[in-house]
């Protein structure tokens, strides 16, 4: 079983910045692959940003140039910095472990983009 929590979510400005952390538990994060997604309300969850276990991504056209996902397995982390926030960002955002196949979910962190 995996364990994933996000965390540094909260409430910020259009045009501010955050960034989201994803702790993970098990002894083999670097051979997860793991990504973002997100939801708002009245819509479904979409991916935002993805890191393979070789370090790749790939990002959701909407936050292309502002948000980076990045991955530390030393500390078993996982990092979205976004910047340039908008409010059409507010949302729940989740992260999402492939372990092997089988997919983990943590949580939620949620962020709120005031105009």
């Known amino acids: 079983q995996v364990q994933l929590v996000e965390s540094g979510g909260g409430l910020v400005q259009a045009g501010g910045s955050l960034r989201l952390s994803c702790a993970a538990s098990?002894?083999?994060?670097?051979?997860?692959?793991m990504g973002w997604f997100r939801q708002a309300p009245g819509k479904e969850r979409e991916l935002v940003a993805a890191i393979t276990n070789g370090g790749s991504t790939n990002y959701a056209d909407s936050v292309k140039g502002r948000f980076t996902i990045s991955r530390d397995n030393a500390k078993n982390t996982m990092y979205l910095q976004m910047n340039s926030l908008k409010p059409e960002d507010t949302a729940v955002y989740y992260c999402n472990g492939d372990v092997a196949g089988n997919y983990y979910w943590g949580g939620g962190t949620q962020v709120t983009v005031s105009s």
């Open positions: 098990g002894r083999t994060f670097s051979s997860y692959a």
